[in-house]
């Protein structure tokens, strides 16, 4: 029965006390415009962040282009600095196109939505990004999702489906633990049974491949006609949007069919402009790509992780929430910022600390970082 005068929302109240008693509540952590804490839990694999280069392509696109893009990219919102960091990304990884969205986010939403549809078959990996999850929710596709890196699981999956069209989705470089997805097996399936295959390739840019050029580019797929690429440019370059690549015919397809680019103010012109450095950046210094391998390696030593990282990401697995809250906690008390990861971004009982590994790392920084996790650990174990 319906209380009157109840407030509607009054069942916000309940949700939170249990998301306390499980130790899952979030909350948001202000830091200030230089931290004093060594940060191991940014995404700014390469440090380009903060690049002096980086900012001043920032700062220059801001001076010529003002503030915002002023309207959807379809309106007034493209400019030459959009479309030149299209042809310069996409030549860089290996592309025939690129289209910039206003985030990686909305670059996956536009992507598999538009490629996908009533009628046709989705299949993702059970722990692709959310972004990937909820484009699986708004395609009207039929979604079979299947376990993690499961080859076999996706050709069942393909086989018996009666739809004419399918996608298979992935991430090149799976966030929570940083390793990689078997993509040479999954393009093999998905040619026999006439799949696209879409790769988010989030933590991939600017660590594998290359000089930084991607997982894709590594095992031979850049530029591959039945391959989509998709991937953020705040991470690895250091600013904000992303970036759907491949085919021209598919930009050309986006451009009209995907909501997120077509309703959308198109990307912050500033943001365009930063990335466009951080790409020449990385382009002139690829020993960026190979000096963040080698610090996620040796972060994995300190931390006892016994497999070798695949990525930037090295993930401490700890058990319930409230112990890697705490041992996140005791890291900061110390100086030294990770990240805390807990249900439902991943799985119960694999609570964890995620560090990354970033290519500016210095050496008196990783004494540092050595001599906090090696302590805060010991007493966790």
Known sequence: MIRAGLSPLAWLDDVE????ADGLRRS???RPPVGAELDLASNDYLGLSQHPAVIEG???ALRTWGTGSTGSRLVTGNTELHEGFEQALAAFVG???ALVFSSGYTANLGAVVALSGAGSLVVSDALTHASLVDACRLSRARVAVTPHRDVAAVDRALASRSEERAVVLTDSVFSADGVMAPLRALHDVCRRHGA???VDEAHGLGVRGAGGRGLLHEVGLAGAPDVVMTTTLSKALGSQGGVVLGPAAVRDHLIDAARPFIFD?????????AAWAALEVLIAEPWRARAVLEHAAELAEICEVPERPESAVVSVILGEPEVAFGAAAACLDRGLRVG???PPTVPAG???LRLTARASLTEDEMSSARAVLTDVLAARR
Not at 265 to 273: N, Q
């Open 17 to 20: 006390r249990q998301r306390r």
């Open 28 to 30: 948001l952590r202000t």
């Open 58 to 60: 920032g700062v220059s």
């Open 95 to 97: 592309a025939e196109s």
């Open 196 to 198: 696209l295959l879409i």
């Open 265 to 273: 103010t198109g990307l912050a012109p500033a943001a365009v402009g």
């Open 340 to 342: 805390c990861f807990r």
């Open 350 to 352: 694999t609570s964890r």
